[in-house]
C-alpha cells in the first residue's frame, strides 16, 4: 500500500487559544469544506468538546453526485498543541490528519500533515496520480484561503 502525505503551513494572527477553540469544534468542519462537497456532520459522540476517543459521521460528495459515508476518530489530543483524526470508516485505506499549532510572534503557525493512502492497489495510486492527490491538495488550499479571509494573514 503506497502512502501519500501532503503537509501545509499557515500563519494566522490570532493566538493559539482561538486557533484552539476554533479548530477543535467538529462544527467549523463545514465553513472550511468547499460547498460543492456537500459536507454535513451526522453525528458527534460526546457532546462539542473534543477528546480522544470521540467520533464523528460525515456524509459529503467529494465526486459530485456520488454520496460517501465517513467515519473518523478523534485519537489524540494535547490541548492547545495538536490533535489527531483517523478515518475509522470511508473512502481511504488510511488517513491519519495530524493538526499541530505553535504560538509564535504575532500569532500561530497551524501545520496539518495527512498521510492517505487509496484502496485498489495499482489503481489506486492511478487514481491518487489522476484526480485525488489533486482533490486533496484542493481542499487544503480551499481551506487555506477561507482561513485568510476569516482571521487575516
Known amino acids: 500500500m503506497k502512502i501519500y502525505n501532503l503537509t501545509v503551513k499557515q500563519f494566522l494572527p490570532i493566538s493559539i487559544e482561538e486557533a484552539w477553540e476554533f479548530f477543535s469544534s467538529p462544527k467549523n468542519l463545514k465553513d472550511i469544506t468547499p460547498a460543492h462537497m456537500k459536507f454535513d456532520i451526522r453525528y458527534i ?6 477528546y480522544p476517543g470521540q467520533v464523528i459521521t ?27 483524526d483517523e478515518q475509522r470508516f470511508g473512502p481511504y485505506a488510511l488517513w491519519h490528519h495530524q493538526h499541530r499549532f505553535k ?5 500561530v503557525e497551524m501545520e496539518d500533515e495527512v498521510n492517505y493512502a487509496i484502496p485498489l492497489g495499482i489503481l489506486g495510486q492511478l487514481a491518487n496520480w489522476l484526480f485525488v492527490g489533486k482533490k486533496v491538495k484542493g481542499i487544503f488550499d480551499h481551506r487555506f484561503s477561507v482561513l485568510e479571509a476569516r482571521f487575516g494573514k
Open 45 to 50: 459522540s460526546g457532546g462539542e468538546k473534543m
Open 58 to 84: 460525515y456524509k459529503l460528495q467529494p465526486v459530485p453526485g456520488i454520496p460517501v459515508s465517513w467515519t473518523t476518530e478523534i485519537t489524540h489530543v494535547n490541548e492547545p498543541h495538536y490533535f489527531v
Open 103 to 107: 504560538a509564535v510572534e504575532g500569532g
